[in-house]
């Protein structure tokens, strides 16, 4: 049984958007904070988005404010990722994690799932 359910994905081009979910509810630790995180090959990781799942507070890497929303709902136990005005160098492997304490803010998740590919073509 996989500890996050994720969903979205897939190849647009340049401006276009796409959608990812994710629901950690097979995690048995704390999910106070769930976000996104993303690596292209021959790069480290990159902390995308988080969101304080009881406060709904949001937290964002420069290179994606404006352009990308996290949100929740929290009947359906899923965490969302919008994107919008994707760019290439969006393209990469995105994966839903979990963060704690002040790591949410710092986009640096502790236990992730999968992953998802995002290809954003110019």
């Known amino acids: 049984q996989e500890k996050f359910v994720q969903f979205g994905g897939g190849s647009v081009q340049a401006g276009g958007s796409l959608r990812l979910s994710c629901a950690p509810s097979?995690?048995?630790?704390?999910?106070?904070?769930v976000g996104w995180f993303r690596q292209a090959p021959g790069n480290s990781r990159e902390g995308v988005a988080a969101?304080?799942?009881?406060?709904?507070?949001?937290y964002y890497a420069d290179s994606v404010k404006g352009r990308f929303t996290v949100s929740q709902d929290s009947a359906k136990n899923t965490v969302y990722l919008a994107m919008n005005n994707l760019k290439p160098e969006d393209t990469a492997m995105y994966f839903c994690g979990v963060a704690a304490g002040s790591f949410c803010p710092k986009l640096d998740f502790h236990d992730w799932g999968k992953g998802t590919q995002v290809t954003v073509s110019s």
């Open positions: 969101i304080d799942t009881s406060g709904e507070n949001t």
């Open positions: 097979t995690y048995t630790g704390s999910r106070d904070c």
